[in-house]
């Protein structure tokens, strides 16, 4: 005998739920599927933790049900005990833990891959972007009807960097928009708003993070840049240089270059057919 259908469900959501990365039920409901995800990265930002998680809590609580996924990149501070305070202090949090560094793309994608909400938002980890800025980037983003072809990106009008830092990104977007034709005027800005769908369609590779809006574009998408508030780092320290960046930024380029000349859209259609009625 089968099992009945009640007894069949409740055997696939236990099932399901225990497939999920550690969390605690108190604080995340399994029951109810959040509209939306905040995925951070992060590697050796302990003390970024509870200020970071403070701040999107004060602009996400009372709005659309959302979770937070902190992606720890092989960190070797307190950064996990951090986010375990932060967890049992009620955050609506769930971690993902490497057990080697793999970079903030790698830590990207294990985020958004598990994340369970259709509107995925990117914040650095440290502290630089400020979450106040979330709450109207989501509402633009779901004024279009096809928000799974838009991406809503930040741009910082106003860097909070040092002068080498501005300079070099500065010649990093404008060789970037020239090459790639992306037409974004900060694609380095951590803080993004697309879908969990979109995302999930692009190829994903290392450094990947730093062309999404041209991985959109190649998607047929489009990328609607909005200024953003910018601050200063006022803990810790980067976890990569200038230098290090640009060379790595060289290659990348010229890998997405390829990419982009072999992308191929073609415009589709389901063919449905009537089947003819047979006389009895």
């Known amino acids: 005998m089968g099992l009945s259908p009640v007894l069949t469900a409740l055997c696939l959501y236990y099932y399901m739920k225990n497939q999920m990365p550690e969390t605690d039920s108190r604080h995340v409901d ?8 905040v995925v951070v990265p992060v590697k050796n930002e302990a003390e970024n933790i509870e200020p970071l998680i403070t701040e999107i809590r ?16 092989g960190s070797t501070d307190a950064t996990p005990a951090e986010l375990e305070k932060q967890f049992h202090d009620g955050a609506p949090l769930r971690v993902i833990r490497h ?13 958004v ?4 909400g259709h509107i995925i938002a990117t914040l650095d980890g440290d502290g630089q972007n400020d979450p106040a800025d979330l709450p109207e980037m989501i509402k633009r983003f779901r004024r279009d009807s096809d928000y799974d072809n838009l991406m809503i990106a930040g741009w910082r009008t106003k860097r909070r960097d040092i002068l080498i830092k501005r300079f070099s990104s500065k010649f990093a977007n404008g060789l970037r928009k020239r090459l790639l034709k992306d037409n974004t005027p900060d694609t380095g800005c951590g803080i993004k708003v697309f879908s969990h769908a979109s995302f999930m369609a692009m190829p994903h590779f290392d450094h990947m993070h730093r062309f999404l809006p041209a991985l959109i574009i190649r998607g047929g998408g489009e990328v609607i840049s909005v200024p953003v508030n910018h601050r200063h780092r006022e803990r810790g320290v980067s976890n990569y240089g200038t230098l290090d960046r640009a060379w790595a930024s060289i290659w990348d380029l010229m890998g997405m270059i390829w990419l982009l000349r072999r992308g191929n859209r073609p415009s ?13």
Not at 30 to 37: H, L, Q, W
Not at 100 to 111: E, H, L, M, P, T
Not at 268 to 277: A, L, P
Request: net charge negative; charged share 30%; with cysteine.
């Open 30 to 37: 399994y029951n109810t599927v959040p509209d939306i995800t």
């Open 58 to 73: 004060a602009a996400l609580d009372g709005g659309a049900p959302y979770e937070i996924i902190y992606i720890d990149d």
């Open 99 to 111: 057990d080697k560094s793999c970079g903030q793309s790698a830590a990207v994608i294990s985020g």
């Open 113 to 116: 891959t598990v994340a369970r």
């Open 268 to 280: 589709s259609i389901e063919v449905r057919f009537e089947r003819e009625r047979q006389e009895r």
